[in-house]
């Protein structure tokens, strides 16, 4: 736990090792704060962006007593209707990325973080085919190993701030999102965060053993 004086969100419950991060669609309103504020953290050009709001069903209405309730909706199989989901790189306990990387480029640290290490990363792009939410991207810029071998350049994502989290701080995305929908937290106190906002879980179980492998089951 973050013992700063630091002004943390809501969403942000826990730092550090063992903090995930993940979305609570019902309170995203696609507007965007948490992509300027990653770009403004850490002067991520114009072209590139570490999170992305990703809009499913643009335009629908959600079936009957569901349409301001994605996750409800999706928990029982309806119609969730148009939904925003902050998109970036979840920090999978089972992360697809990690398993197909030829080059051990990416890696699953000791503390739960993801992270690539850009000398050994060739830009071949199969962390990208790997993974379902889109997170790994390729700047259009590379140097080093992946001019020579890889057609995608160095592969660049969402850090999840480790270095904040590292000093107590939450990342930038979830400490300035102004209706606090995106959560940072060990998986139960996400879960239970979810469960007193009466908020569903929009993503199905297959992607949820992705993203928290057995603690999936505190989502249940």
Known sequence: MSTGNEVMRDGVMSTGE??????????CIDCGGCVVSCKRT?????DEQ???????????????????SSGRAMEQGENPGETAIPMQCYHCENAPCVSVCPTDSLIKKDNGFVRVRDDLCIGCQYCLS????????????????????????????????????????????????S???????????????????????FFNDQAMNIIFGEESGEFQ
Not at 18 to 27: L, S
């Open 18 to 27: 063992d903090a995930r991060i993940f979305p609570d669609v019902e309170a």
């Open 42 to 46: 850490w002067d991520v050009p114009r």
């Open 50 to 68: 570490r999170i992305s709001i990703a809009t499913m069903l643009e335009g629908q209405e959600g079936a009957p007593g569901f349409n301001a």
């Open 130 to 177: 790997a993974c379902p939410f889109g997170a790994p991207q390729f700047p259009d810029q590379g140097t080093g190993a992946a001019n020579l071998v890889g057609g995608g350049n160095t592969m660049d994502k969402c850090t999840m701030c480790e270095e904040r989290q590292d000093v107590g701080k939450g990342p930038a995305c979830a400490e300035e999102c």
């Open 179 to 201: 209706t606090d929908a995106i959560l940072v937290g060990t998986p139960s106190e996400i879960a239970d965060e979810l469960e007193h906002r009466d908020s569903g879980v």
